[in-house]
Every structure is written in C-alpha cells, then in structure tokens.
C-alpha cells in the first residue's frame, strides 16, 4: 500500500539502527563490472557476513534469477535466500528505511540514481534498484511512503531521539538534488525520518564513490556518543574532512540538546587496489573503472549494529586489532565480531552499505 501522507504527520519515525531488530535484509554481488572475477570473491565475503549476522538474528538475502541456486548453496542454511531482481547489491542504499510507531512498521522508498543519475552515477541503468524498496516492503506487508527525494540510506545515520546525521557533500550534490535548496531536503529529512535536528557534517571520506556518504565516516554508538574515522597523520587526504567533522560534531547540541561525545576511531590503510585485482574487474563505459593504485575509502565505521553484535569490518591491516579493541571498549554490551571485508571495499562500500536493518515492532 502506497501512503501519500509522511510518517512525521502519521507518528511513525526511524529507530536507531542500535535498537532490537526484527532481521537485516542483504543482496547478492553479482556484477563483473563492478566485482571482481564475476563476483566469487565477493560473493564469499557477502556470505561471511550474512553468517557472521545470523549469529545475531535472522537475515535475508535478495539474489536475481540467474545466481539463486549458487547464493543457496553459499549461503549458510539458517539464511533465508528469495528472488529479488537487483543491478548491484547495496541493500542499506537501494533497501526501504524502515520507519515504526512503536507497534506498526512501515518503510520509505527514496527515489534511488544510482549515487548520482547521468551527472555522476556509478552505473546505468538502475531501475531494478530502484524497485527494491517497493518489493521488500511489499513481503512485509508494510505501507510504503514514497519520498520525493533522492537518498541511499547510507546518507543518513539517526540517533532514536530526534537527531539525524549527513553529509553536505553527499546531499548537496548536483547529481542527486539539484532542484531542491538545503532547508527543503532539510525538511524532507524531518518529515520522513521524523527528526527534530539535521547536523549537517561538511565532507565524507576521501575518495568515497558515493560522494561523501555518512556511514563511512561516522555513526551514532548511542543517543548523543558518536565514532568517527580518523587519522593522526597530517599529510593523509583524510586528515582536513576528519578535523572538520571533528570540530563541527564538538561543537553541536543534538536535538535533546546533549553535547555530543565523539571518538576517534583510527583509519586502516591507506588501502590501494592491486594490479591483480584491478585487471579482475570488467571495464565497461559507463560505470567507474578501476585502476592499480587507486585508494579505497577504507573505513572501520563502516561496522553494522545487530542484535547484541556489531560486524565490523577488517582488512588485513596492521589497523585491525586496534580497531577491534576499540570498538569492543566502547560497546562493551555487544559482541565485536571482525569478517574480512576487503573484497566488499573493492566494489565501493563496505558491511554497512550491504546490510539494512528491520526494525522489532510490538
Ligand atoms: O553505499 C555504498 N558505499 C555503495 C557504493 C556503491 C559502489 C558501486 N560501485
């Protein structure tokens, strides 16, 4: 059913991703100008971590027709595998934010380009992404409100209580709004996450594909205590966004008019694309060439909360251990649990963009 009010209007709002869920919704890589080596290893990381959340609670994974029977046969058997048409699987982007009263639940279908349409999209076309949200929505029987703005759920980070969190640099740019003012996407934001306060952090991190989204740089860990990326080295290109994130984000009230506490969580890398793994991605016009010595925007952030864990992801960098640590330090309710995630880097993202979360209802 297709609601033509907001969920602002409704009483309905985003819980924190923090919050108990009902499941996680994930698709299945596939694409080989995107993947390398048709996709194998990226599919064996995607399946890592569909495993490393079914600890946790129960997952779904969305396979086009032609890849159903080899995701079943990967996919670990508690995984529930159904036939979902996608163009690349990003599911926290292409995926329903789901939105809830406390009893119901409901989910927002954005209008989803492709992290850019024909100014700068990563691929094209995109149409069966952008019926993902519809569909997932309609297996759970959930009213959809669909927004008038372009949005990957990897923009936005809420707290639970009324604070939202994005970047201006991903929000703001020309291939995704371009015909609305920031007050106006503000106010979207308002309506349909059901938020009081849009902090508004300048820039994502360096060499980010999705144009600075905010899940690789920065993530609420609970209501008014955030984790950002960071580098102490001056000369890294990480350096000035993560300062200015840092000084903005100190300087901020959220919308119950708490300071904010924000720890540093120290960057991987710099992580480069090899020649091997450059030459195992297809080249095709119209979508992002990879290229040896490119830098991937590798981030521990980028970690997904579930039901009493948190997946992070992990490199194979002198960096991991630490990170690990850290994180488990500051989230001492949940397991930490690291998988491998440099193949999900080299397709652009990382454990949070591939997963989304459904909120517990009731
Ligand atoms: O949310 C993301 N990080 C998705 C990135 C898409 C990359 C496509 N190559």
Redesign the pocket.
Known sequence: MLFHSTPRTDGFSMPAEFAPHAGTWMLWPQRPD?WRLGGKPAQKAFAAVARAIAQFESVTVGVNHNQFMNARQMLSAEIRVIELSSN?S?M??VGPTFVSDGNGLRGIDWIFN??GGLYNG??FPWDLDEAVAAKVLEIERATRYKAPLVL???SIHVDGEGTCITTAECLLSPGRNSDLTQAEIESHLKDYLNVEKVLWIPRGVFN???TG?V??LACFLRPAEIALTWTDDKSDSQYARSLEAYEFLISQTDARGRKLIVHKIQQPGPILISAEEAEGVDAVDG??PRKAGDRM?ASYV?FYFCNGGAIVPTFGDRRDAGALETLQKLLPERRVVGVPAREILL????I???TQQQPRVG
């Open positions: 995107n690349d990003w926290r982007d492709a992290w990563l691929y990957e759920g990897g980010d594909e999705t989204h899940d690789n979508t992002l925007a980028n397709g652009g993202g990382n949070h963009c591939i």
